[in-house]
Nanobody
Framework: EVQLVESGGGLVQPGASLRLSCAAS????????MGWFRQAPGKERELVAS????????YYAGSLMGRFTISRDNAKNTLYLQMSSLKPEDTAVYYC???????????????WGQGTQVTVSS
C-alpha cells in the first residue's frame, strides 16, 4: 500500500521558515518523481515544486522560486520542502505527491498524501 505522510506544518509568523517532510512507503521511492502541491481556502490546487528521481528540481511555481526549496533523500525515502520568508498568502494545505512520470502543473499525479496545514499569520 502506497503511503505518503506529511509532517512539519503549523502556525508561524510572517517571515519565518518551515520545513515540511513527506515519508514515503509502499513503492520504490527512488524511481518516482515527487512533488508538493498546495491548496489555499477558496483557491484551486497548485503545484508548488517537483523533483526528479535523482534530486534534480524539475519545477517551481514562479512566485515561489528563491523562497522554497524542494529536495529528496532517496536513502530515507523522504521528500522535503524548505520554506523561508513565509507570507500570509502561503497559508494552505500542502500535499506530497508521487508519480512515475514527470510532475508538471498539467500532468496527472498517481499518489497523494493527506496534507499538512501551514498557516502564516501574526
Amino acid at each position: 500500500e502506497v503511503q505518503l505522510v506529511e509532517s512539519g506544518g503549523g502556525l508561524v509568523q510572517p517571515g519565518a521558515s518551515l520545513r515540511l517532510s513527506c515519508a514515503a512507503s509502499g513503492f520504490t521511492f527512488r524511481d518516482y518523481y515527487m512533488g508538493w502541491f498546495r491548496q489555499a481556502p477558496g483557491k484551486e490546487r497548485e503545484l508548488v515544486a517537483s523533483v526528479q528521481t535523482m534530486d534534480s528540481p524539475t519545477y517551481y511555481a514562479g512566485s515561489l522560486m528563491g523562497r522554497f526549496t524542494i529536495s529528496r533523500d532517496n536513502a530515507k525515502n523522504t521528500l522535503y520542502l524548505q520554506m523561508s520568508s513565509l507570507k500570509p498568502e502561503d497559508t494552505a494545505v500542502y500535499y506530497c505527491v508521487a508519480s512515475p512520470t514527470i510532475i508538471l502543473p498539467s500532468t496527472p499525479v498517481d499518489y497523494w498524501g493527506q496534507g499538512t496545514q501551514v498557516t502564516v499569520s501574526s
